[in-house]
């Protein structure tokens, strides 16, 4: 099992409300991503840091944002959510370096917008 | 634009055969192919990475193969158990590092 950990691992709120998911790694992985993945689909990275103050747009365009402030901590916060924002969220890291990129997913937190 | 993919639908194999996955790639080949095994509401574990430049990759009873003629990584399982019954997604690593995931196949080993 990783150590990489994700709260809450469920989530129900209403349309408008603000959220954070956290996501904490203990294994000094400078890479963190945050992937969104609907049922029976892909998943899709919204967001990626490569390091602390580093924080780039994924390939998915989200309403979401990121910061990374800390190594081992890469929360996702949606200012006002919407019914659309409906899905599960993974959060990853790895090691530095180009030729290690095995990735290490968190379990997801479920989140549902009323 | 990049793709991966994998047959969407599920694939149902006898315990003790042999589980055989396809994933085939677009474009340019991938520095690497990983394959991952996703449980329901769990995340992704990594099972394989296996880099362009070699055809062959095994772990137990796991087997990776490249084909980059034919575009195509294949998976499979021996000696196939219950315990395997999972989605299983293969991800193309590219040269600049970006990952990008297939849909997944969903495997059902029947006892």
């Known amino acids: 099992e990783a150590d990489i950990y994700q709260t809450p691992r469920y989530l129900v709120i209403g349309t408008g409300k603000k959220i954070t998911l956290e996501c904490s790694q203990t294994?000094?992985?400078?890479?963190m991503y945050w992937y969104q993945q609907d049922p029976g689909m892909e998943l899709h990275l919204i967001h990626y840091s490569y390091g602390v103050n580093s924080t780039e747009k994924g390939d998915l365009s989200s309403e979401s944002t990121v910061s990374r402030i800390r190594t081992e901590h890469f929360p996702l916060t949606l200012e006002s959510a919407r019914p659309s924002h409906t899905s599960q969220y993974l959060c990853?890291?790895?090691?530095?370096?180009?030729?290690?990129?095995?990735?290490?997913f968190g379990p997801g937190t479920r989140l549902t917008v009323l | 634009s990049q793709k991966i993919e994998q047959n969407s639908e599920a694939l149902n194999i006898q315990e003790g055969k042999t589980a055989t996955l396809t994933c085939n790639y677009t474009?340019?080949?991938?520095?690497?192919l990983q394959w991952y095994r996703q449980d329901p509401g769990r995340g992704p574990v990594f099972l394989l990475l296996i880099r362009e430049n070699e055809k062959e990759k095994r772990k137990e009873r796991l087997k990776v193969t490249f084909d980059t003629t034919l575009k195509q990584s294949l998976f499979h399982i021996t000696a196939s158990q219950p315990a395997d019954s999972a989605t299983y997604l293969c991800?193309?690593?590219?040269?600049?590092?970006?990952?990008?995931f297939g849909k997944g196949t969903r495997l059902h080993i029947l006892p």
């Open positions: 991800a193309r690593t590219n040269r600049d590092d970006k990952i990008i």
């Open positions: 474009n340019y080949s991938p520095a690497y």
């Open positions: 990853a890291s790895s090691p530095a370096g180009y030729s290690y990129n095995e990735q290490f």
């Open positions: 294994m000094g992985h400078d890479k």
